[in-house]
């Protein structure tokens, strides 16, 4: 089945900074899409992002499909982009498998 | 609109009891996705239910199970529950089929424990 990776594993930053985060996947995906798990375990869909680049607001991202990886940027980041972001991929309509996540702390 | 909402929130059962986690999705959502999150093995895809029809199911045990109603509500089973078999327990709706669609709305999940 498909492998999906998400690196780093934890980030912590302050206030302000700047991140990415990364996402391989081992096959072609038909579909791709970034979350965020808030600390209270709530997962919330951030981006439907199969190819291409997309933004809101200081949230971005961008899936090169031919090269099998996928990027979320967070810019100015705040204590509430704290919790975990997670990469889930499906293949051929398949169900979706998700990374291990990256667990993000922002520090005041 | 109302979102995807889980009951019960909280449970606790000892081994070997079965137990039943049931989910309500949006409305006019057709599909419920079930999955497992642990901290040892993360998110784990558990089946997901289509008009009434399981279309898709993960790697575990025929201990789990679940059904969907013609109303989309879905519940899922656990039997002869396993230390293992703690987990918060998460439900996901969409319009079609998960892997066919944009946005997998999720509920709050149910936390179950098991003694």
């Known amino acids: 089945g498909i492998q999906v990776e998400q690196s780093p594993p934890d980030l912590i930053l302050q206030e302000g900074a700047n991140s990415t985060l990364r996402c391989n996947f081992s096959d072609s995906v038909n579909n791709l899409q970034w979350f965020h798990q808030n600390p209270w375990g709530q997962l919330i869909n951030l981006f439907y992002i199969p190819s291409g680049t997309k933004q809101n607001g200081r949230l971005s991202a961008t899936t090169v499909a031919t090269e099998r990886y996928s990027l979320l940027y967070i810019s100015s980041s705040q204590t509430t982009d704290s919790g975990v972001y997670f990469c889930a991929v499906s293949f051929l309509s398949n169900d979706m498998r998700f990374g291990a996540g990256t667990r993000l702390t922002v520090k005041p | 609109k109302a979102g995807v909402t889980q009951t019960p929130r909280y449970l606790i059962k000892t081994r070997g009891q079965q137990v039943t986690l049931s989910c309500s999705p949006i409305?006019?959502?057709?599909?419920v996705s079930w999955y497992q999150q642990t901290p040892g093995q993360g998110l784990q895809f558990l089946f997901e239910y289509f008009s009434e029809t399981q279309r898709n199911k993960g790697n575990f045990p025929g201990r789990f199970s679940g059904r969907q109603f013609s109303n989309s509500r879905s519940e899922m089973n656990v039997s002869t529950l396993e230390l293992g078999d703690s987990a918060l327990y998460l439900c996901?709706?969409?319009?079609?089929?998960?892997?066919?669609?944009?946005?997998?709305?999720f509920g709050p999940g149910t936390r179950l424990t098991v003694l």
């Open positions: 996901a709706s969409s319009l079609g089929l998960a892997g066919d669609t944009d946005t997998q709305y």
């Open positions: 409305s006019g959502h057709r599909s």
